[in-house]
């Protein structure tokens, strides 16, 4: 079971390739002219403009107009400064609810990465006193945190910047040995390399070749077309969207989820290693993390995509398959314990369209834990964010956190998955692999950039005070342990043990959480209302007997 999904892969070194130098000297340059438009209105802060506001029969199965209140310019406000509840302004002169707001907004900037003397993106950790290794690149998914941050200060220049060069680097030709991959790959990172001799700089991406496992992450594309509808739902301002080189980039992304092959489910099949969990954990085939990110990143390109001729035929493609998905992941991933129960019940070898037992589940193979720990209900927060759950499953997703508030939070929010793997299994899963033993780093570790998502979650279903509460527990370690990536142990009482200290997204995901507690419109950037038709009607096959 995995509570929450982020990701962070954080793969080996990147190789420097000086052959790219002058491609970002023209195109870089015109695409930032393009979409360097003044703006004629502003959006009142405590309401996020609503820039879904397009016919519904043009955007999602079923989206419901709404009201938008547009005001003009007030006078004397800053053209970047539409800010968003928080206090937290870029100067110094401002008071902070919490002194710790005020460090963590000290060490985000100081992560800041940039090129050509633009912000565009921040490192993974700034953790100076162990070998850099990767950490000192910008990652897709690590940035999400910071971007959100960023925006909801009013900064929204290194969020557009980081989406033009990523999007850019995706036009690379990506080869891993003699394979090419697919035109529409995001890369997991990329790093500003300087060269001393022609005083330039260019940027380098990693696209899978120097991971661990040389894996390609599945989940950057997802992250990308996500903060582009979080910027463009912010800012009020579709015309980055809008941009034929961000629609051909969507539309490629989506060419690589919604090819058609031999699979026989809506669901992403995937290879162990490729979101957050970049290591050998058995998270492969069809994992809730890429499911969850997968069905978001649908319903933003729902949103974002152009209704021109090619823009429309996506669209047909995404209305079909977020029906199917969605009837899918509700009726075959939801565990409760009523389904606990009937699979436990299961008979096994059934052969035909009349069978209960689909998948061939071994009621054998349910390990013990789950009978035990598993209460009347129990999820995933990208889900409850994207409308995957439907509202009665979000409050149970509530329900287990609170009822699991040990095993789940423990002293530091939040578990990246659970119970952790041991013994055996950890041998066969993992491959005895010495960074992932138990209750460690994605083996069961605490992960406290998660918080960002949990507090999302628990404003969208009406329980701030689970937030607060996780929050106040960050609140008493995190800067005092200088900022770690992840802990250890059951509870999450220990430093981990090869965790980076001044971790940006734990950094950014502390931030992120206070900000959308204190101002909880914020977030409308990264929640999406359920569609009413892709509710499923949940029937039992005629040969099932109780």
């Known amino acids: 079971?995995?509570?929450?999904?982020?990701?962070?892969?954080?793969?080996?070194?990147?190789?420097?390739?000086?052959?790219?130098?002058t491609i970002f000297e023209t195109e870089d340059s015109d695409i930032l002219r393009i979409v360097e438009r003044p703006r004629v209105i502003n959006v009142e802060r405590y309401r996020s403009f609503n820039f879904e506001e397009r016919p519904s029969s043009e955007l999602s199965i079923t989206s419901p107009r709404h009201s938008i209140k547009i005001i003009e310019h007030l006078e004397g406000l800053s053209p970047h400064g539409?800010?968003?509840?928080?206090?937290?302004?870029?100067?110094?002169?401002?008071?902070?609810?919490?002194?710790?707001?005020?460090?963590?907004?000290?060490?985000?900037?100081?992560?800041?990465?940039?090129?050509?003397?633009?912000?565009?993106?921040t490192i993974a950790a700034l953790d100076h006193s162990v070998e850099e290794l990767n950490y000192d690149q910008v990652f897709v998914r690590d940035f999400v945190p910071s971007a959100l941050a960023f925006l909801m200060n009013g900064e929204e220049e290194i969020v557009k910047n980081f989406l033009l060069k990523t999007l850019h680097l995706q036009s690379w030709e990506k080869m891993i040995d003699q394979f090419k991959l697919g035109e529409g790959v995001m890369p997991a990172s990329f790093k500003v390399i300087h060269n001393p001799v022609r005083n330039s700089e260019i940027l380098i991406p990693d696209f899978g070749e120097s991971a661990i496992g040389r894996v390609a992450p599945v989940d950057s594309g997802f992250w990308w077309i996500i903060l582009l509808r979080a910027y463009t739902k912010h800012t009020g301002d579709s015309s980055l969207a809008e941009m034929p080189g961000?629609?051909?980039?969507?539309?490629?992304?989506?060419?690589?989820?919604?090819?058609?092959?031999?699979?026989?489910?809506?669901?992403?099949?995937?290879?162990?290693?490729?979101?957050?969990?970049?290591?050998?954990?058995?998270?492969?085939?069809?994992?809730?993390?890429?499911?969850?990110l997968f069905f978001m990143a649908l319903r933003c390109a729902l949103l974002l995509l152009k209704q021109d001729q090619e823009g429309k035929e996506f669209v047909e493609r995404i209305v079909k398959r977020l029906h199917a998905l969605s009837y899918h992941m509700r009726s075959y991933f939801w565990l409760d314990l009523k389904q606990l129960n009937d699979i436990y019940r299961y008979k096994t070898e059934e052969y035909s369209h009349t069978a209960v037992n689909k998948f061939n589940v071994m009621p054998d193979s349910l390990p013990d834990w789950v009978f035990d720990f598993m209460p009347t209900r129990g999820g995933n927060c990208v889900a409850i964010l994207s409308s995957l759950a439907t509202p009665e499953q979000a409050a149970a997703i509530m329900d287990l956190i609170e009822s699991h508030w040990e095993e789940l939070v423990g002293e530091m929010p939040l578990k990246i998955c659970y119970p952790a793997l041991e013994s055996h299994e950890w041998r066969i899963v993992t491959g005895c692999d010495p960074k992932n033993t138990r209750w460690s780093y994605h083996n069961g570790?605490?992960?406290?950039?998660?918080?960002?998502?949990?507090?999302?979650a628990c404003i969208k279903t009406g329980r701030p005070q689970i937030a607060k509460r996780a929050i106040e527990l960050a609140e008493s370690r995190l800067s005092k342990d200088h900022w770690p990536e992840y802990y250890d142990g059951k509870l999450g009482r220990y430093i981990g043990k090869q965790a980076r200290k001044f971790q940006t997204w734990s950094i950014a995901g502390y931030l992120v959480a206070k900000m959308m507690l204190e101002d909880p419109s914020h977030l409308g950037m990264i929640s999406l209302e359920e569609d009413k038709q892709m509710k499923p009607l949940m029937k039992r096959s005629t040969s099932w007997t109780c």
Not at 101 to 119: G, K
Not at 260 to 271: I, K, Q, R, V
Request: charged share 20%; with cysteine.
């Open 246 to 292: 961000c629609q051909r980039g969507m539309r490629l992304i989506l060419s690589l989820c919604l090819s058609e092959g031999f699979d026989t489910f809506p669901t992403l099949l995937c290879a162990d290693g490729c979101c957050m969990i970049d290591r050998r954990m058995g998270v492969y085939g069809y994992p809730i993390e890429i499911q969850a």
């Open 82 to 121: 539409r800010r968003s509840g928080f206090n937290t302004p870029r100067s110094h002169t401002y008071f902070e609810t919490h002194a710790m707001v005020a460090e963590a907004w000290e060490n985000l900037r100081r992560s800041i990465v940039y090129y050509r003397r633009q912000p565009v993106g």
């Open 1 to 21: 079971m995995c509570p929450l999904d982020i990701d962070v892969s954080h793969n080996g070194d990147v190789k420097t390739l000086e052959s790219a130098g």
């Open 445 to 456: 570790g605490s992960w406290p950039v998660l918080i960002w998502l949990l507090t999302a």
